[in-house]
């Protein structure tokens, strides 16, 4: 059939592109993540000229025998602080509201036990549970909720903890059901995550500026 061949080739075309932009990006230095988040962009529009019957799903470039975003994505190499940058962020408020709130959001994952960026953006109010007359912080990692069996996290909330919330109430208003001032606009899909992934670079640059301001 001469449509299907033609649709076939049109398919191919695309998917070639995308192989070569995908190679571009990689001889330009970029990681496996950071291409992954552009060609993820480059993916939501396609499917919102789709969705719009601007373009047709038989030409989609991406999923089921196209190529597969996913597998670009590479463990991150785990960076640590100083113990000494540790005990200067915990111990030293600051006067810029901007930079204190930097700092609160990442002493709540460090009493949370490191819990992740995207996991803090997630929670809400649905994730405080109490039992035995005790407070608990309890949630399913982003990254794994859909694996079957899967059992959620349990964090008690520490004084430490409570404290930090109540800041964050008293200081911020928050959006929502959400516990922290992470997510501050109804976004989902992939605004949401481009959302959260941008919040995540202000938070690196912000704490950045406070253990400037705090070894002075």
């Given at each position: 059939d001469l449509?299907?061949?033609?649709?076939?080739?049109?398919?191919?075309k695309?998917?070639?592109y995308i192989?070569?932009?995908?190679?571009?990006?990689?001889k330009?230095?970029?990681?496996?993540?950071?291409?992954?988040?552009?060609?993820k962009?480059?993916r939501?529009v396609?499917?919102?000229a789709i969705k719009?019957h601007?373009a047709?799903s038989?030409?989609?470039?991406?999923?089921k025998?196209?190529f597969?975003?996913?597998?670009l994505?590479?463990?991150?190499?785990?960076?640590?602080?100083?113990?000494?940058?540790?005990e200067?962020?915990?111990n030293?408020p600051q006067?810029n509201?901007?930079?204190?709130?930097?700092r609160?959001?990442?002493?709540?994952?460090?009493?949370?036990?490191g819990m992740s960026?995207?996991?803090?953006?997630k929670l809400?109010?649905e994730?405080?549970v109490?039992s035995?007359?005790i407070?608990?912080?309890?949630?399913?990692?982003e990254?794994?909720?859909?694996?079957k069996n899967?059992?959620p996290?349990?964090?008690?909330?520490?004084p430490?903890?409570?404290d930090?919330l109540?800041w964050?109430?008293?200081n911020i208003?928050?959006?929502?059901k959400?516990?922290?001032?992470?997510?501050?606009?109804?976004y989902?899909?992939?605004q949401?995550?481009?959302?959260?992934r941008?919040r995540?670079?202000?938070?690196?640059n912000?704490l950045?500026n406070?253990?400037?301001?705090?070894?002075d």
């Amino acid at each position: 059939d001469l449509r299907m061949s033609r649709g076939l080739g049109d398919v191919y075309k695309r998917q070639k592109y995308i192989n070569r932009f995908n190679l571009e990006m990689e001889k330009d230095g970029c990681c496996g993540n950071t291409r992954k988040y552009y060609l993820k962009t480059l993916r939501a529009v396609m499917n919102r000229a789709i969705k719009e019957h601007e373009a047709s799903s038989k030409t989609y470039p991406f999923g089921k025998n196209g190529f597969e975003i996913g597998c670009l994505e590479e463990e991150t190499e785990k960076r640590y602080l100083q113990p000494k940058d540790l005990e200067l962020l915990k111990n030293s408020p600051q006067t810029n509201f901007v930079l204190e709130r930097a700092r609160m959001l990442f002493l709540f994952s460090y009493y949370c036990y490191g819990m992740s960026f995207v996991d803090m953006a997630k929670l809400t109010t649905e994730n405080i549970v109490v039992s035995e007359g005790i407070e608990h912080i309890v949630y399913k990692r982003e990254k794994t909720k859909n694996v079957k069996n899967m059992k959620p996290l349990i964090i008690p909330v520490t004084p430490a903890l409570k404290d930090i919330l109540e800041w964050f109430k008293q200081n911020i208003s928050l959006v929502g059901k959400y516990l922290l001032p992470i997510i501050t606009k109804d976004y989902d899909g992939e605004q949401l995550y481009d959302h959260i992934r941008t919040r995540y670079q202000r938070l690196n640059n912000n704490l950045k500026n406070c253990l400037l301001y705090t070894s002075d």
